[in-house]
């Protein structure tokens, strides 16, 4: 195998399906994957990373789309985190990742969402951060965090 | 810096321990085995949190706290007792008739902590005002919350405040101001606190964010019960006040939940007490969820330290004692503001050194080795039946898959696998 493969090949692969609407259960899944990736030996700086990004990725799942699923892949260097949802879509991105900026509900914010820093925080945790997005249809994020690669 | 193993506090007895699997379902670490119809406690995962003791049916946990008998090697014996001693006696007991009783069991000096808790939390204030980058802080006060979070929580080690709880701070204050006093060598003064748990004694042994601690020891509330109770009976109404301790009514508040905290300026501050609603407040913080909380207060045993597993009144009680407390001394802050702030400045209060985490040891080593056990882990608890009944000698199916493949069991310890032809058969539909 020559290096790109090597780099290119998912380790490995955990996907969790989510449920828009669903806050009982909201935060379990990235609650696994923090688990999971304590399990192979991620650097515990890193996994707060994964974890902050999947909470809030989780959470606009929940509250904005019908559904969506969640991905964690592991490569050799790096850890990519996809979710991609059924939903409404985001009308303004640029918008949307101002900071403070939210379309929350009076409810949602009554719950203590909605603070409109659920993308920015991702963002900021994020090594790489990708947004696709088609108003109606619905929105995918690709987050990509590097290990140490001091494994290697 | 090498990695130093938890002392710890907790011990089987094999003549006593008849492998039921009681201490082993309640664990929060997944520390206890049963091999050989014996318990086994890693002490690589034991946080010392005193679940097994509270569930053993037969008495076989043993909790490894000072004795009395140990005080002969100081000159100078002090005891410090936790505000819950006071709580143990019943609703006519007063904190200055027990700490006067102390002093006739074998000990020279007593000492209230109540007082240092105030100052404990102008430090924390001062701590807070002006640390405001990273929230919440998490108290220190609990030495199983410090473990739970270096094995469980790692990334939240930065989030513990790093001030010393009001016993270390008590001790330490003490052990300058006596020996001066009475011109003793520092070395001779035995200072010990007396512990609703045993889980005080690791934090006495080992402490996380110094070299040495200033207690000496910790002797159990059980342990001086009956010798307290005894001397109470006898000389009610003869028990005159010959201690100069002045008691707080907030300090007091410390031993139940939302004690701490109750002191604290900063109103945006949550308190938490009991295993699993620790873990899974913890678990929110790691998500980032709770930034907008100041300050975080968990105690491991429920309700708080009047829940330890060394006491002897049972807790609601024992709360229903603390409040009444609370009411008699009354919420005025006794403390000098100035000074703590003072001390503050110059580190009295300080952390030597951050406590730094202590994760549990991944799959294994190498990643791609460790992602290739996470896999036939996977494939292991598909196969498991899920019933966690703990014949196996593991608490559940999922530990019995992972010590499988960490090579610590086979599956075939598994009753289930041994016999699956059998089981298949029982479930013929």
Redesign the interface.
Known sequence: MNKSDARSEVLFQQKFPIRGGDFVNAGDSSCKIRNTLREIGIDSDIIRRIAITAYEAEMNVVMYAERGVMSINVYRDEILLTIDDKGPGIENIDLAMQPGYSTATEEMREMGFGAGMGLPNMKKNADTFKITTEVGKGTRLEIKILLDGKND | MTERRFAHSIKVNDAKCIGCVACMKVCPTKAIRVRQKKAHISYDRCIDCGGCLRVCPHDAIIPLTTQLADLDRFKFKIALPSPVLYTQFGQEVMPNEVLAILKEIGFDHVYDEALVCEMINVATEEYLDENKSLRPMISSMCPVVVRLIQRLF??LCRNILPIEPPREIAAKNLRAEVSEQHNLNPEKVGIIHITPCSAKMVSINHPESMARSHLDGAISIREVYNKVMMKLKRETGMLMMQTQNRISGIGIGWAIEGGEIRGLKYTNSVSVSGLLDTIRIL??V????LK?IEYLECLICPDGCIGGPLTVENRFVAKSNVLRLMRHFGGKKRVNGVLVKRLYRENFFSFKWAVE?K??????????V??QK??S?EGLIKRLPGTDCGVCGAPDCKTLAEDVVRGYAKLDDCIYMCKGDLQSNGEKK
């Open positions: 790692p990334s678990e929110d790691e998500s980032g969820r907008n985490p994760a549990f040891p991944p799959l294994d080593k190498d990643r791609n460790a992602i996470l896999k882990k």
